[in-house]
């Protein structure tokens, strides 16, 4: 027995006795799988983007590229403000623009002065992306990265030279600015630009000009625990809009396919498919929904009365997490360099919406019952297991069981309007069908019904009151349901 451990023979002991006391093992995973950090991204759901640089002081969506870095001079600049706001809105994360398609540099590249250190602000010694990063930090929210593959600015963008410049500031980022949870790469790729002085229109080929698979290994390298964002992935993909929502369904598989016969990359894909990506995709690739607070994604005083209501952001969170997607909302600062009061007052009073509907589980305490368990009712795939708030559980049913139904009855009769599906993910994405269902005395009445469950689906609909609901599922293998939660929305 030497150099196995005491637990390593437990657990041994433990499947032996399991083993010859006829005990039923998990289901076999279906479909392609989740990576454990495509896993962990999936429990964030809800976090933000910041789309702030020279563009804020020019009142451009997309800037040139021959921005002078004098613009550039954020009078109340607060990281704390800014990141506070999001962590208190409920947000995972925070996602920054480091360097946005103009090329200007929100923090001191050594590969470049067109940055902050070229700037007035804080005497040409500030950092943002510092600021950002040591903020989220503090307030426990995790740090990501936007990159502009496209520049504006470089003289030599188009060219070979370029591509190293630009891994080379990737690397910077990755290694001095602490674990990064996602790197995001836009699909903008060249056109009209500065270019040094050249002021003139340079095509690449987005398939083959950044020899995208090795540009990855750099973040696969520098960052593991980082997912890479694009409308190819190839950890999350673009949801194939800007307006806040995720097709119905939208299946976490996916196979990117290029335009014209050309192979799929970021800005070359048909990217429409990504609302509802692919049922028995190629690749784990969820969707990421992009959606800016206000109708442009940097900051313009004209739009300061045109911000998101409460209710309209709740819309999209329904729209997007509760499709089985994430939500990033883009959250611009103004030229002081702080959330503006309007934007702020809206993100976070639709917290206190989400709060005051998610926050109790009319379902805790329920008995649940299955028309089939797995393995003879085993604790380990019991009904019950739905209902605990615990993700690493399940209910599931025997391999021939495919279609199957999990019933609560309630200690009374129950109001609700929004329900909480989830599948327990590592096993992969299972359900084809779901239907819901509350008894009225007499029969079953059916009030919500779809395709697709995944790492979350939510109903959202007309007040239900029972006292005995069920979820009915159908697909090609058993399913393994994690979460069946009730709630009740306030008015608002």
């Given at each position: 027995?030497?150099?196995?451990?005491?637990?390593?023979?437990?657990?041994?002991?433990?499947?032996?006795?399991?083993?010859?006391?006829?005990?039923?093992?998990?289901?076999?995973?279906?479909?392609?799988?989740?990576?454990?950090?495509?896993?962990?991204?999936?429990?964030?759901?809800?976090?933000?983007?910041?789309?702030?640089?020279?563009?804020?002081?020019?009142?451009?969506?997309?800037?040139?590229?021959?921005?002078?870095?004098?613009?550039?001079?954020?009078?109340?600049?607060?990281?704390?403000?800014?990141?506070?706001?999001?962590?208190?809105?409920?947000?995972?994360?925070?996602?920054?623009?480091?360097?946005?398609?103009?090329?200007?540099?929100?923090?001191?590249?050594?590969?470049?002065?067109?940055?902050?250190?070229?700037?007035?602000?804080?005497?040409?010694?500030?950092?943002?992306?510092?600021?950002?990063?040591?903020?989220?930090?503090?307030?426990?929210?995790?740090?990501?990265?936007?990159?502009?593959?496209?520049?504006?600015?470089?003289?030599?963008?188009?060219?070979?030279?370029?591509?190293?410049?630009?891994?080379?500031?990737?690397?910077?980022?990755?290694?001095?600015?602490?674990?990064?949870?996602?790197?995001?790469?836009?699909?903008?790729?060249?056109?009209?630009?500065?270019?040094?002085?050249?002021?003139?229109?340079?095509?690449?080929?987005?398939?083959?000009?950044?020899?995208?698979?090795?540009?990855?290994?750099?973040?696969?390298?520098?960052?593991?625990?980082?997912?890479?964002?694009?409308?190819?992935?190839?950890?999350?993909?673009?949801?194939?809009?800007?307006?806040?929502?995720a097709g119905d369904p939208c299946w976490a598989t996916y196979t990117p396919r290029?335009?014209?016969?050309?192979?799929?990359?970021?800005?070359?894909?048909?990217?429409?498919?990504?609302?509802?990506g692919h049922r028995g995709g190629k690749y784990w690739m969820p969707a990421e929904?992009?959606?800016?607070?206000?109708?442009?994604?940097?900051?313009?005083?004209?739009?300061?009365?045109?911000?998101?209501?409460?209710?309209?952001?709740?819309?999209?969170?329904?729209?997007?997490?509760?499709?089985?997607?994430?939500?990033?909302?883009?959250?611009?600062?103004?030229?002081?360099?702080?959330?503006?009061?309007?934007?702020?007052?809206?993100?976070?009073?639709?917290?206190?919406?989400?709060?005051?509907?998610?926050?109790?589980?009319?379902?805790?305490?329920?008995?649940?019952?299955?028309?089939?368990?797995?393995?003879?009712?085993?604790?380990?795939?019991?009904?019950?297991?739905?209902?605990?708030?615990?993700?690493?559980?399940?209910?599931?049913?025997?391999?021939?069981?495919?279609?199957?139904?999990?019933?609560?009855?309630?200690?009374?009769?129950?109001?609700?309007?929004?329900?909480?599906?989830?599948?327990?993910?590592?096993?992969?994405?299972?359900?084809?069908?779901?239907?819901?269902?509350?008894?009225?005395?007499?029969?079953?009445?059916?009030?919500?019904?779809?395709?697709?469950?995944?790492?979350?689906?939510?109903?959202?609909?007309?007040?239900?009151?029972?006292?005995?609901?069920?979820?009915?599922?159908?697909?090609?293998?058993?399913?393994?349901?994690?979460?069946?939660?009730?709630?009740?929305?306030?008015?608002?």
């Amino acid at each position: 027995m030497a150099g196995i451990s005491k637990a390593a023979v437990a657990a041994a002991g433990i499947l032996i006795l399991a083993a010859l006391a006829g005990a039923a093992d998990p289901p076999a995973p279906y479909g392609v799988l989740p990576s454990p950090g495509q896993l962990a991204w999936h429990q964030l759901e809800f976090y933000g983007f910041v789309h702030f640089t020279i563009n804020t002081f020019t009142d451009k969506e997309w800037g040139y590229g021959d921005e002078s870095p004098a613009l550039f001079d954020p009078t109340e600049f607060s990281a704390e403000q800014i990141v506070g706001a999001m962590a208190d809105a409920g947000m995972a994360g925070v996602i920054l623009t480091c360097k946005h398609h103009d090329g200007f540099c929100l923090w001191p590249s050594r590969y470049t002065r067109h940055s902050v250190a070229a700037s007035p602000w804080r005497n040409g010694k500030g950092d943002v992306v510092r600021a950002f990063a040591d903020a989220c930090r503090a307030r426990g929210l995790r740090f990501g990265i936007y990159l502009s593959p496209w520049d504006r600015n470089h003289p030599e963008y188009g060219r070979p030279a370029y591509v190293e410049y630009y891994r080379n500031q990737l690397r910077e980022l990755l290694t001095q600015y602490g674990p990064a949870f996602e790197v995001w790469f836009d699909g903008a790729n060249g056109g009209d630009g500065y270019y040094g002085g050249a002021r003139k229109r340079r095509i690449i080929d987005p398939t083959t000009y950044y020899d995208w698979p090795n540009t990855w290994k750099i973040v696969r390298e520098l960052a593991p625990e980082a997912c890479m964002f694009s409308d190819v992935g190839p950890d999350i993909r673009w949801v194939g809009n800007e307006r806040g929502y995720a097709g119905d369904p939208c299946w976490a598989t996916y196979t990117p396919r290029g335009r014209n016969g050309q192979p799929a990359a970021p800005g070359q894909a048909i990217y429409q498919e990504g609302e509802n990506g692919h049922r028995g995709g190629k690749y784990w690739m969820p969707a990421e929904v992009d959606v800016s607070i206000r109708p442009g994604w940097f900051w313009h005083e004209r739009e300061n009365d045109k911000v998101r209501t409460p209710g309209n952001l709740v819309e999209l969170y329904y729209q997007s997490v509760g499709r089985g997607a994430s939500l990033l909302l883009n959250l611009p600062p103004d030229r002081r360099g702080r959330l503006h009061e309007n934007d702020v007052a809206s993100l976070l009073a639709m917290r206190r919406i989400l709060d005051a509907t998610f926050g109790r589980d009319l379902a805790r305490g329920a008995k649940a019952t299955a028309s089939n368990s797995r393995g003879g009712g085993e604790q380990r795939f019991a009904p019950a297991n739905a209902l605990d708030g615990n993700g690493a559980t399940y209910w599931s049913t025997d391999d021939s069981v495919t279609s199957a139904v999990l019933e609560l009855e309630l200690a009374g009769e129950t109001t609700f309007n929004v329900i909480s599906l989830r599948e327990f993910l590592p096993l992969g994405q299972r359900v084809e069908t779901w239907a819901l269902e509350r008894w009225n005395g007499s029969a079953w009445i059916e009030f919500g019904a779809g395709t697709a469950i995944g790492s979350r689906r939510l109903w959202r609909g007309g007040a239900q009151t029972a006292a005995k609901i069920r979820l009915r599922v159908t697909g090609p293998v058993c399913p393994a349901i994690s979460e069946f939660a009730l709630y009740r929305e306030p008015v608002h």
